[in-house]
């Protein structure tokens, strides 16, 4: 497995859009997390390989959604309606080992991580 290779961040006003993609493979499960100045690392969309279980955390849900391209080995996280308090540097994150649902959001889980994209949500 290689780390995962991140890419689509910049500055957005608010109530605008980014889409986050995350070159990957060789994984079970593949998350993104994202961690503010100040702030501890948090899960903030994950997803099984198969793409049947997907987590969100509660302050993304309905503005948020991940995706995958398994032709392109990529896996994307679409941002609509963003926030500044979406502001923060965004990591992909994968792991080779089985989670449960409930685990999927938990940064300790994951073991492969990308170097992070600056994510800023301004006017």
């Known amino acids: 497995q290689v780390q995962p290779v991140e890419s689509g961040g910049g500055l957005v006003q608010p109530g605008g859009s980014l889409r986050l993609s995350c070159a990957a493979s060789?994984?079970?499960?593949i998350g993104w997390f994202r961690q503010a100045p100040g702030k501890e690392r948090e899960g903030v969309s994950c997803m099984s390989s198969s793409g049947g279980r997907t987590y969100y955390t509660d302050s993304v849900k309905g503005r948020f959604t991940i995706s995958r391209d398994d032709a392109k080995s990529t896996v994307y996280l679409q941002m609509n309606n963003l926030k500044p308090e979406d502001t923060a540097v965004y990591y992909c994150?994968?792991?080779?080992?089985?989670?449960?649902?409930?685990?999927?959001?938990?940064?300790?889980?994951?073991?492969?991580w990308g170097q992070g994209t600056q994510v800023t949500v301004s006017s």
């Open positions: 994150a994968t792991t080779q080992f089985p989670l449960a649902t409930q685990d999927l959001g938990t940064p300790n889980n994951y073991e492969f």
């Open positions: 060789g994984f079970t499960r």
